[in-house]
């Protein structure tokens, strides 16, 4: 008797949740499933070390994942390519420059992007932090400008929540390393950090040590401020305050890609894909979604990694389950988790729940030493 053809799933993103599953994978093949991962590069980056990489402590190499080398240990095939729409009706995914590709079960994992439809400009003149890729892509040139005579002298970073407090800092100790190198003060430069409130995620005394390192670190802080415009020469906000500035950064609130409300998947209002516990999308079994690009219903959480890392086993289980036919596992997401937010200096602030925080170098260590030991199972 001949045997059934594997269940093709389709890996659309090289998120967090998709290369810990291709790790898991990699670990203990499944016989069942034949894998195939599409992602617009072939590297795709950490976002726990970016502060990291920005303040110059982390080589490219150090936060970024290979993930064809990955999929080649997983024995999964690796498609490089700009995903356009997902038909779940056929069950197919369109690629720039391909035909369409048929899936059994589909997963998507592409993140999100920072929200800037209310602030004029952004998208042509600011900085976007992500995706992370085009980032750095365009942060590198800016501080190499910046070493020049005429280039940026101020910079400024909009969104105030915990990574771009952890920008700011970074980008401090980047700029202040430039400045040694052209022997100039560090003053030459400046950072100014503005939001409609700082990290008010977090609890109030982490709030308190994350203001004593941005004053000790010489970031400028402008809070109660909902940037509007972007121009060539600064950041307004609503109530008419003006940051001058060459440089803009936004870390602001994310949204989705597009291409998942258009593809006539359920949606929420920031564009994220809804989904149950199962991580399956709301009314289509065959199509999953994890990361920042989607919310479980009546689950609703902020957009950060330490979600995506936890769905993983979830996934990876849920997927080996629509080819065997064994039952699917629920997820919770945690309500509560630790954050580690790098002072650039050696330093970070721990923070978790309501009440704990803390700051030093033990803090620090602790983050490099979790960051690493995540980078080193797809070493």
């Known amino acids: 008797m001949a045997r059934a053809r594997p269940h093709h799933v389709i890996l659309v993103g090289g998120g967090h949740t998709h290369a810990l599953t291709l790790a898991a994978l990699a670990r ?194 402008e809070t109660s401020f909902r940037a509007v415009a972007i121009s060539p020469d600064g950041v307004r906000a609503a109530d008419g305050r003006f940051i001058p500035a060459q440089a803009m950064l936004v870390a602001s609130a994310a949204r989705a890609p597009a291409w998942l409300a258009a593809s006539g998947l359920p949606c929420g209002e920031d564009g994220s894909l809804r989904t149950s516990r199962t991580l399956q999308v709301v009314g289509f079994d065959g199509v999953f979604a994890v990361g920042d690009c989607a919310r479980i219903e009546g689950h609703a959480r902020e957009k950060a990694g330490v979600f995506a890392v936890r769905q993983a086993p979830t996934l990876t289980a849920n997927l080996v389950a629509r080819a065997t036919g064994a039952p699917m596992r629920s997820h919770r997401p945690q309500s509560a988790f630790l954050t580690l937010l790098s002072t650039g200096d050696g330093r970070a602030i721990a923070a978790r729940g309501g009440w704990f925080a803390a700051e030093g170098a033990l803090a620090w260590r602790w983050k490099d030493r979790i960051d690493r030991r995540f980078m080193a199972q797809f070493a």
């Open 28 to 221: 203990r093949p499944e016989p069942d499933l034949r894998v195939t991962l599409i992602s617009e590069s072939r590297f795709t980056p950490y976002s726990g070390m970016l502060p990291g990489h920005v303040a110059g402590f982390y080589e490219y190499r150090d936060m970024h994942i290979d993930l064809q080398a990955l999929a080649a240990r997983a024995g999964a095939s690796f498609l490089c390519g700009r995903v356009r729409g997902v038909d779940a009706t056929r069950n197919e995914v369109s690629v720039e420059g391909a035909g369409p590709t048929g899936y059994d079960t589909l997963s998507i994992n592409v993140g999100a992007t920072p929200d800037v439809s209310g602030i004029e400009g952004a998208a042509q003149r600011a900085l976007l932090v992500k995706p992370i890729a085009g980032f750095l892509e365009r942060l590198e040139p800016t501080l190499a400008a910046a070493e020049r005579a005429g280039g940026p002298r101020r910079f400024a970073v909009v969104g105030a929540g915990p990574a771009g407090i952890e920008l700011a800092c970074a980008l401090r100790t980047r700029l202040d390393a430039v400045a040694a190198r052209c022997g100039a003060e560090p003053s030459r430069f400046a950072v100014t950090l503005a939001g409609d409130g700082l990290a008010p995620s977090l609890n109030e005394r982490a709030r308190r040590l994350a203001a004593a390192a941005l004053r000790r670190r010489g970031v400028a802080v």
